[in-house]
């Protein structure tokens, strides 16, 4: 995709050419290095623009496995490297990279001159009037800030200095969200969500090409793109940082919503994910901020709440919709803040509803088409992204995922229910935390350490930069337990120096996570408040998210033993147009099936023909579903072993996963009815794996 030009674009070069010429002069005055350090060596570039910021790195970066095999580093798995190319282009302000040098990659949008008096969004997220002192280079007087959600913190020499301290996989999504671009005041392209996207992804390659080229040419550098898994290990293992894409879009494949109407189909989902797949994309969010016609959304709280409530209604033609949830898990408490300059954007006697305290759930879920996609990721192989799905839709994905024993599940930066992270983990899934200080971040990393440790899997975290979240402030030049520069890398190899760009030098203790830079001295902040066993945990992520890629690259679907087996029941539900036998929850037809009287205590019963090994057990309940139930085994029809049960049921698609054990006939023993008819099952599914 090339962007569009603009008319004046040819007579603003040579200026440029000429202040890059100065710039360069003066470093070299002045005598700053742009190198790293004073040692060189494979990591060191031949030719690294000048002048460029400082890596203020030490060391030769890490390569190969520890003694078991495993590679070793931090995994990023929330970032938006390109999202300066997102929202019309001129919400995030600045460029991860530039063949014009620094300069030009990091300076503001154009309408934030002279005094920021028009950077709106700034204004909109930050408070106060907006103005800030818009020079970049070589300055920074006001901006990268850890509360500036506007300007760019994921410049690559910035990028490089996190690789060099030991991170060594990046999730970059690539984002963009239509509504917000329509709103907007200032923008130079498309909305469309999809033109963006591919937009993004080229300038990720762009951005490969550029580093390689200081480096010596293609797949030279250090910023490796990977679409799979043993790809990823090979890049990590030649000590360098293995990129994947993914893809966080409210309306991907087009497929929004308009009262209550899809505005695309299976074959534009089809389309969509075979495209996405192919610019190299593994993983992605089928729902973001918006309802769509995919799935319902997590809300958003506050004043954000209410301003993402109006995007909502812009964008589908009703406000978000909430009921009583079914369970322990629940949404985000909507936002009913004031947000003045979002509801002017309402037509005239359009208002934001109120909403009961005691419905914190979405009632939109997974809607047909939404299932559809994630079968079609799983058919491809990508990993489900389930941050951000409401609780209703992200239950029913998981109930998907499980029914398949599908592993490729991500909450990659907080934003699932938290109740459920055993549920990701139990399929083999990966979770990361959102970039919280380090206090926050630490107690979180700590309420789930038995989880990591019974799963035996590391961790992660989402800095989301340049993802419009705001990120940790700084703990004060005063606090009693302060990082202290230089310090060492998790591992050792490094030795890490305060961040220099131009005449600004960053430090975590008075600056926060200002940009991408400093989450090295971020991760030594949790290394002090935290204690060394959550930096552990956090240099095991890169292995574990690989664990999660590899298992889903491998996955086969099971095979069906009850397909077309023999069934009996305790009752069959009379109809003069309709059979309800037994065998039609094992017919392989998602369109029949069996029903009981209307009384409890019911079963069906399935004869596989011979003993197998049977590990888990799949129900597709019709509307008259089991509350209590149990899973039976028996190998000899008489004697029954209960090897699963609950009573819990929610009805929709069940999974019972227990100990694997040889039976011949398998017993679905129905206790309580979830409603005043009998127990009716579509297809029942027993599997060995």
Request: with cysteine.
């Amino acid at each position: 995709m090339t962007l569009t030009r603009h008319p004046h674009r040819r007579r603003r070069q040579r200026p440029i050419a000429v202040l890059s010429l100065l710039l360069t002069v003066v470093a070299m005055v002045l005598g700053t290095a742009p190198s790293s350090s004073a040692d060189s060596g494979w990591w060191t570039p031949a030719a690294r623009p000048a002048p460029d910021s400082q890596i203020n790195v030490t060391g030769e970066p890490f390569k190969g496995t520890d003694s078991q095999g495993q590679v070793r580093g931090f995994v990023d798995a929330h970032n938006h490297l390109m999202s300066n190319e997102a929202f019309g282009g001129r919400l995030i302000c600045g460029k991860p990279f530039s063949e014009l040098g620094v300069a030009d990659a990091l300076k503001d949008c154009p309408e934030h001159y002279p005094d920021g008096s028009l950077a709106i969004f700034d204004f909109i997220t930050k408070g106060g009037d907006g103005k800030h002192d818009p020079n970049g280079w070589p300055t920074f007087k006001d901006w990268p800030a850890h509360d500036s959600l506007t300007h760019q913190q994921n410049y690559y020499a910035w990028v490089e200095r996190t690789w060099r301290s030991g991170q060594r996989v990046l999730v970059n999504d690539l984002v963009t969200n239509g509504v917000i671009c329509s709103v907007y005041f200032f923008k130079d392209r498309s909305c469309d969500e999809m033109t963006s996207i591919r937009l993004q992804a080229q300038k990720t390659y762009d951005m490969q090409a550029f580093i390689d080229k200081m480096y010596g040419g293609p797949g030279k550098g250090w910023f490796r793109i990977v679409t799979d898994s043993a790809q990823a290990r090979e890049v990590i293992q030649q000590g360098k940082l293995a990129v994947v894409l993914g893809v966080e879009t409210s309306e991907p494949f087009g497929c929004k919503q308009i009262l209550d109407i899809a505005q695309c189909g299976k074959d534009d989902i089809d389309r969509g994910l075979d495209e996405l797949h192919k610019l190299g994309v593994r993983s992605m969010f089928l729902c973001h901020k918006f309802d769509n016609a995919l799935c319902g959304v997590r809300f958003d709280g506050g004043t954000l709440g209410t301003a993402i409530n109006v995007g909502q209604f812009l964008s589908t033609g009703t406000f978000w919709k909430t009921e009583k949830c079914a369970g322990p898990q629940h949404d985000n408490p909507i936002g009913i803040a004031p947000a003045p300059e979002a509801e002017k954007k309402l037509p005239q006697g359009v208002q934001v509803p109120s909403y009961a305290a005691d419905a914190q759930c979405n009632t939109r879920g997974l809607t047909e088409l939404g299932e559809y996609a994630v079968r079609g990721m799983m058919k491809r192989k990508m990993m489900l992204e389930i941050d951000h799905m409401g609780v209703k839709a992200a239950g029913q994905a998981f109930d998907i995922l499980e029914s398949e024993s599908y592993p490729g599940v991500i909450s990659s930066h907080s934003w699932m229910d938290l109740n459920w992270t055993e549920r990701v983990y139990r399929l083999g899934g990966f979770v990361a935390q959102y970039m919280h200080g380090a206090e926050g971040f630490s107690a979180e990393a700590n309420r789930t350490k038995a989880l990591r440790d019974k799963y035996n899997v590391g961790y992660g975290y989402g800095t989301d930069m340049n993802g419009v979240g705001g990120w940790p402030g700084p703990r004060g030049a005063n606090t009693p337990n302060p990082v202290r520069y230089p310090f060492r890398s998790a591992d050792g190899s490094a030795v890490i120096d305060r961040q220099t760009t131009g005449q600004r030098t960053w430090d975590i203790n008075t600056d926060g996570a200002a940009h991408y830079g400093l989450v090295p001295d971020w991760l030594e902040d949790i290394r002090i408040v935290g204690g060394k066993g959550v930096v552990d945990d956090l240099f095991r992520g890169a292995e574990s998210y690989l664990d999660t890629w590899k298992a889903s690259e491998s996955h086969k679907a099971g095979v069906n033993l009850a397909a077309g087996s023999s069934a009996s029941a305790s009752s069959s539900e009379w109809s003069l147009f309709t059979s309800y036998a037994p065998d039609r929850a094992v017919d392989g037809n998602a369109g029949t099936r069996w029903a009981s009287d209307w009384s409890d205590d019911q079963w069906l019963r399935i004869d596989l023909g011979a003993p197998n090994l049977i590990k888990r057990v799949t129900l597709d309940w019709e509307r008259a579903y089991g509350k209590a139930y149990r899973i039976e085994v028996s190998t000899d029809g008489t004697n029954w072993q209960s090897v699963w049960s609950t009573t819990a049921g929610d009805g929709g698609l069940d999974t019972a996963q227990f100990d694997g054990t040889s039976a011949r006939y398998v017993r679905v023993h129905g206790l309580e009815r979830g409603t005043k008819w009998g127990y009716s099952l579509h297809e029942v599914g027993v599997y060995s794996s």
